[in-house]
């Protein structure tokens, strides 16, 4: 059970979270005070667990003490939301005026605690990755229990150059590697986008190792004279 | 003695590429490929007598290097997209330029651009030999 906070008024100006015990030396029965759950700024001594540590020396509002839920509701329209305190209780002349209407100069009392849901915003990516502007599924995890993080390199760029360059069987492998990369890593598949990826260099790069070991040995076969107008 | 020899290896490697390169721009620029026999000829196209994709290219880098665009383009336009494709791919992944263009470079990268790449490089190859 966490303790309950209050905030009181402290030479117009509003003090708080603190605890009761807080209060206790701090305010008199008739400082305004507010907890989360009171509908307005109220006399701390008409605030029955307040009241009670400080004494109950003047408080004059009997049914407030009542076991019901709230110690406010019924017939005590007098100290609530109503510039009029003056009034009630006590002969402190010093009450309601500097503070007027409880609402004004503090706003709402439910402010001091804001939005408690998220003090910290969306903590998955604030920058996304490259792909979010697409709609990728990330947030989901990944059944294969691989980390979420960035989708792997498809290695296109190779795969081309592979094809064009140096051995275009190998290359277009490599080419249908790089798409299936990205296709399943669209639909959440991560370790498999991780192989595709992994596949896709792999031919590539075998590519260009055949297409170099066959031009060196063109060279030496022109060399040799074995080779020329071939 | 490790970082030294590692610094070693990285600057033989450097200039291997370097002079590896220097020879190859200085072979096309000289030679026509079309004449001469230091370059290897498409297996595929020996065999079948159908082009590949690939055709056409080392012509294209020799007329290239000796300034004539258009005859250039004509050996073989798909190398002249991809070049400019793969310059500007390799441009956008660098850190410079990464992070601002990034939806383009996924634009270029993505499952869309494999399947474009795989069909135009298909219908490439049929349509060069009709």
Known sequence: MSEQKYFYIENGNQVGPVTAEDLLGKIDPNTDIWCPGMTNWAPANTVPEISALLGGASAPVPDVVSADSSPYSGGNSQNYGNPDYANQQSSDANLQQPYGNPQQPYGNPQQPYGNQQQPYGNPQQPYGNPQQPYGNQQPYGNPQGMPTGNKPDNYLVWAIVSTLFCCWPIGIASIVNAAKVDAEWNKGNYAEAQKYSENAKKFATISAIVGAIGLVIYFVLVFAGAAGGM | ?130
């Open chain 2, 1 to 130: 003695m490790r970082h030294f020899e590692h610094k070693i290896l990285w600057i033989f490697t450097t200039i291997a590429v370097i002079v590896l390169v220097a020879v190859m721009v200085v072979l096309y620029r000289d030679n026509n490929p079309l004449e001469s026999n230091w370059f290897p000829k498409c297996g595929f196209y020996v065999m079948t007598g159908y082009k590949c994709p690939g055709c056409g290219g080392q012509r294209a880098v020799h007329y290239l290097l000796n300034g004539e665009f258009k005859e250039s383009f004509k050996q073989n336009p798909l190398f002249h997209i991809a070049a400019l494709y793969i310059i500007t791919v390799l441009v956008l992944k660098t850190p410079l330029f990464y992070p601002r263009h990034k939806k383009v470079l996924y634009a270029l990268t993505g499952l869309h651009a494999c399947i474009i790449w795989f069909v135009g490089i298909i219908a490439f190859w049929i349509l060069r030999n009709i």
